[in-house]
């Protein structure tokens, strides 16, 4: 009694099996993967953002042990007999001998059920969906265009000015070094004292060559210039000032801007405006798992360009023809007013039906070309139409081989490919 | 003389509750506490110190994920295990309520803020007193667990893993420890008592079993003996290697496996250890279940008597509690084998009442129980027995009855299931019978020993398996062998042995079939 002793855990950590969740996430990496690139392909427009339920088949995931089989002679024991009396029988389930692994074995992870099913989280989500993908040249230009700079402390160092002394480095450096290299004279200073000490005690001994006076005077001199040479160690010195040394670092632009671009004519039904929608919501999504910031403009067009919200960007019907050139001059003129390309990385994604006034096209590649390839970190063109490519494409694929790096043009037929497109255009390239 | 309740107890003076609400408070949880232990120690129950740590829903699936360890090392397998209880949990399909108790010393029982107050009372009665008290008593945990290492040794099996996990990379070391967990239950030793694990021995010991394990496995696989000698040596003795089947596998290859490095039979050592740890439990679910429900009841029943607790905290404890001891019938949909809480409350319950209020009937089959003293009569049961040993022991007809037990059998070669006894006079023997066999590990498990090493030859292993009643080997089997061959290093084999008639083999890496000239 009072032995008992008890403990409010709860502030603790809820976390312990957080390592675990993470090591069966991993072991199974692929399975969920596909899991999730099946579940893209299913959710709706709006439902992107969230965790997943993934389910896993229970035998790829058991832990194989020995156990009996089916067969052989065996006996149990239930209860709630109400009609048995020893010796009955009852006639086995057509089909089931016992024989075969029929799904019916009562399994302790699935409960009975063939598949392991459990949740991940929206962030686990993403992360397998952009697994393998990279923004494309991401990092050349985090390095090599750097427009701001970060100072970060990089350690110590003997050269710099004032402003920058440590004062507590420097005297504990100071102190070191007068501990080194008065060591050796202290001990020897010591030990003279001792030797001192018993000489003035031991008895005057009769040593006509060194009296003993003599060699108290001798040890008494050697100490006093020991002890003058220790005090003309410096107190501090040159060598032990230390200055804080501040490295600085490329700060590479933690904001980005992502511009939709849209045909919204005539010919772009409410499913191309769907399709194109998802790519968008991917874009937008794999953007945000990078940048602290992203800022997003959406340009709709037909025969004139405009930028709108949200909303109007997918939902409002418009008729008539199609000028892309018109978005593309009002990009241009946006990105030149609000977002300086030192300071953003600008991404574009263009959907399209492919429609085009013919005379519009050739404008329209030299615009990218020249105009807004050269500021962006990435272009992408989707046609969205099962048909055959129209002008704007041709025009579009003769800049591919310029901008390599920069440019990308891909078609979609069907909602099924929009993730298969989305990762073609981002997928990781070999250095 | 009758041998009542009363005569063992302090007469009874009644007391104000402690509380009448069911909101808990530290306060609070004190005061049951030390009231639960003056009830415990008036019926003798003789516990380890407890200690009694509230956690939240979520550290409670936390501790269920880890089987009950609270410290353990890195596994996938117990994110597997933490997915599917979080899932259950969020679903409703499983309350977490209960307990986890930790077979230590103290004895650590976990309760979870969300419960009531008369929860509480009834998982520190459950689990402080009850559990605690078959820990420390009953002879299987005696012999092979000590309680007040384990924690320390969990918490040197962590630190070593994770630092293999540095050296050597996680998948390395998931790799052995996928293997070691497919061999768990191959890695206890069933008759030898092993030596108690003390983590600072360990620690100790560790080094130097690595210098001399190296010596000792060059020895056993020294130079290549030359062709003629190998031809005497066979002539002169046909003998096996080892010289008798070993049972404990993991063992077997932690010290014999030649090409395993170091740590890597040291991590089959900590699982071994673990098996060990946990296999006192595994043959003892019933009793002890059935022990700690018999104290929670009997524990909580001796507060209402003496006034400490009030209608309605019994009213919500009854409910709780016959919760607990729900035994479905066989055609229930929720039918999932037979309760462990059931039969063990069933049984302990019945010895008490045999004590008491004996009928012809117990005179007849438990001369010795009753009438006797039944403090006396189920300490001695809960110190002395396991699960199939309890059963065949203590299994009244009474209880038969009352659960309707019966037995049905399967034969492979027939079409019909055979009911082969039920609760009536010609039955109760065999069922009993039957029953505790159901309990006994070596008949659930099947009988898998090492049988030999080709020391000299090409050190394939072969395992042998020893059917009972004709019950093959399950679907993981082929599965389980890569895991050895993975351990062993070399071919391994696996031999269905029936009366001396090879009956099926199992081969890793599989056999080619030899192809006709």
């Known amino acids: 009694m009072g032995m008992t002793h008890i403990v409010d855990r709860r502030l603790n950590g809820k976390n312990k099996s957080a390592v675990n969740r993470e090591r069966f996430l ?62 009955d029988t009852i006639p086995k389930p ?69 402003a920058k002394l440590d004062v507590v480095r420097s005297l504990r450096g100071a102190h070191a070094r007068r501990l080194s290299l008065g060591g050796a004279r202290r001990r020897k200073i010591k030990t003279l004292e001792t030797e001192l000490e018993a000489l003035r005690a031991a008895p005057a001994e009769q040593d006509p060559a060194f009296s003993h006076d003599d060699q108290i005077r001798a040890l008494e001199d050697e100490i006093l210039r020991l002890k003058g040479n220790l005090r003309r160690i410096p107190w501090i010195d040159e060598i032990d000032l230390r200055y804080r040394q501040h490295a600085r670092l490329p700060q590479p632009a933690t904001s980005a801007v992502m511009f939709c671009l849209m045909d919204v004519s005539g010919s772009m039904t409410q499913m191309h405006k769907d399709i194109a929608k998802r790519f968008f919501i991917l874009l937008y999504l794999f953007l945000k798992k990078n940048y602290k910031k992203i800022e997003v403009v959406f340009i709709r067009h037909h025969t004139s360009a405009k930028e709108v919200d949200e909303e109007e960007f997918f939902y409002s019907r418009e008729t008539g023809g199609t000028i892309v050139s018109s978005a593309l001059k009002l990009m241009h003129r946006i990105i030149t007013e609000r977002y300086p390309p030192g300071e953003w990385n600008i991404y574009a994604a263009q959907a399209s039906d492919g429609d085009n006034w013919n005379d519009d096209s050739p404008i329209c590649s030299k615009l990218l070309a020249e105009k807004i390839l050269p500021l962006v970190q990435y272009y992408a063109y989707v046609e969205i139409t099962p048909q055959d490519h129209q002008m704007l494409w041709h025009e579009y694929e003769k800049l591919l081989p310029l901008h390599p790096r920069s440019f990308a043009i891909q078609q979609i037929a069907d909602p099924a490919e929009i993730f298969p497109v989305f990762r073609q255009l981002f997928e990781r390239k070999a250095a | 003389m009758s041998e009542n309740t009363g005569d063992l107890l302090q007469p009874l003076e009644k007391q104000q509750p402690i509380s009448t609400g069911s909101e808990w408070t530290f306060e609070l949880i004190h005061r049951y506490d030390e009231e639960i232990a003056k009830c415990a120690a008036e019926f003798g129950l003789d516990t380890y110190p407890n200690q009694i740590e509230v956690i939240s829903a979520e550290q409670m699936m936390d501790a269920y994920s880890s089987v009950g360890m609270p410290v353990g090392y890195h596994h996938w397998s117990f994110g597997k295990q933490f997915l599917n209880t979080s899932k259950r949990y969020q679903r409703g399909q499983m309350g977490l ?8 010393n103290p004895c650590i029982a976990y309760l979870m803020e969300e419960n009531t107050l008369p929860m509480q009372a009834l998982v520190i009665a459950h689990a402080s007193y009850g559990h605690n008290s078959f820990f420390k008593g009953n002879y299987l945990f005696r012999t092979w667990t000590d309680a007040s290492a384990i924690i320390d040794y969990l918490v040197f099996a962590r630190r070593y893993v994770a630092e293999c996990e540095e050296r050597h990379g996680v998948d ?67 003998k096996r290697y080892p010289l008798e089947p070993q049972e404990n596998i993991l063992y077997f290859i932690e010290k014999n496996a030649p090409l395993l490095e170091t740590w890597q039979r040291e ?88 004590c008491e209020n004996p009928t012809a009937e117990d005179r007849e089959w438990f001369p010795d129980v ?99 009643d004709g019950v093959p080997l399950g679907n993981d089997t082929e599965e389980v062998l890569r895991h050895v061959h993975r351990l062993w290093g070399f071919d391994v084999h696996l031999e269905s042995v029936d009366d001396g008639e090879l009956v099926e083999d199992y081969h890793c890496p599989p056999k080619q079939p030899v192809a006709d000239e």
């Open chain 1, 26 to 87: 991993r072991r199974y990496r692929e399975h969920i993967k596909r899991a999730v690139a099946d579940a893209v392909q299913k959710r709706s427009i709006t439902d992107i953002e969230r965790g997943e339920s993934i389910s896993i088949p229970s035998r790829d995931i058991s832990e194989p042990i020995f156990h009996h089989g089916q067969g052989g002679h065996r006996e149990v024991v239930h209860p709630g007999n109400q009609e048995y009396v020893a010796g």
């Open chain 1, 94 to 162: 057509p089909g089931g001998t016992g024989r075969g692994q029929g799904g019916s074995q009562p399994n302790p992870d699935g409960e009975g059920m063939d598949e392991f099913a459990f949740q991940i989280t929206q962030e686990e989500f993403l992360d397998f969906l952009f697994d393998d993908l990279e923004l494309p040249y991401l990092a050349r230009k985090s390095l090599k265009d750097v427009e701001s700079w970060k100072y970060v402390r990089a350690g110590f160092t003997n050269q710099g000015i004032p």
């Open chain 2, 97 to 104: 309520a209960y307990e986890i108790v930790i077979n230590s």
């Open chain 2, 172 to 238: 390395a070391v998931e790799q052995v420890l996928d293997s070691c967990h497919a061999l768990m239950n191959y890695g206890v030793d069933r008759y030898k008592r092993p030596a108690p694990i003390s983590a600072a021995e360990e620690q100790r010991r560790q080094k130097e079993r690595e210098e001399y394990l190296q010596r000792q496995l060059n020895d056993l696989w020294r130079t290549i003996p030359r062709k003629e000698e190998i031809d005497a040596e066979h002539k002169r003795r046909k």
């Open chain 2, 267 to 354: 991590i089959i050592r900590i699982v071994r250890k673990l098996a060990q740890y946990f296999y006192p439990q595994r043959q003892t679910q019933v009793m002890n279940e059935g022990w700690a429900t018999f104290w929670h009841y009997t524990l909580l029943h001796r507060m209402y008597e003496k006034g400490l607790v009030n209608d309605g905290f019994m009213l919500e404890f009854l409910q709780s509690h016959t919760a607990v001891v729900y035994q479905p019938p066989f055609n229930s949909p929720w039918y999932s084998g037979i309760n462990p809480y059931t039969l063990g409350f069933s049984i302990f319950s019945d010895l008490r009442r045999m």
């Open chain 2, 370 to 468: 009753a009438g006797s003293n039944w403090l006396e009569t189920l300490h001695f049961a809960m110190h002395n027995f396991k699960d199939e040993s309890f059963i065949l022991q203590f299994l009244s007809p009474k209880v038969m009855r009352d659960l309707k037990l019966f037995a049905v059998g399967n034969d492979d070669d027939d079409d019909f299931y055979r009911i082969t006894a039920i609760h009536d006079d010609s039955g109760y023997r065999k069922l009993r019978e039957k029953l505790a066999r159901q309990y006994n590990l070596s008949y659930r498990e099947p009988n898998i020993q090492v049988w030999n090493v080709d020391i000299r030859g090409d050190r394939s292993l072969t395992l042998r398996h020893i059917p009972v």
